[in-house]
């Protein structure tokens, strides 16, 4: 079993810069695949950013070139850096784990996180 616990989230303008967290705990996850989704109210689930245990990353187009995915498998942490946000980006943004290879699909992830919430002001 993997939990996970996202923090970093918060309120910022429009432009401004936030690094999201996700540790998991339980047992190492050096060989999982880890991914951000995000849910804005009303609307699904959507994919962020993918991570593989061999550090191949892959990203929305939405935020290609503004986020950044990385992982630290000493501290069992993965890391999203945020910059450049914009209201669109508000959302609750949640991590995801799996073992094997990523998927797009957050519904091969079998280990989630609670959530943490960014809001983007303009």
């Known amino acids: 079993q993997v939990q996970l616990v996202e923090s970093g989230g918060g309120l910022v303008q429009a432009g401004g810069s936030l690094r999201l967290s996700c540790v998991a705990s339980g047992r190492a996850f050096s060989d999982y695949a880890v991914a951000w989704f995000r849910q804005a109210p009303g609307k699904v689930r959507e994919f962020v950013s993918l991570?593989?245990?061999?550090?191949?990353?892959d990203y929305a187009d939405s935020v290609k070139g503004r986020f950044t995915i990385s992982r630290d498998n000493a501290k069992n942490t993965v890391y999203l850096q945020m910059n450049t946000l914009k209201p669109e980006d508000t959302a609750v943004y949640y991590c995801?784990?799996?073992?094997?290879?990523?998927?797009?699909?957050?519904?091969?992830?079998?280990?989630w996180g609670q959530g943490t919430q960014v809001t983007v002001s303009s």
């Open positions: 991570l593989s245990w061999s550090g191949n990353a």
């Open positions: 995801g784990a799996r073992r094997g290879r990523p998927y797009l699909d957050g519904k091969e992830y079998d280990y």
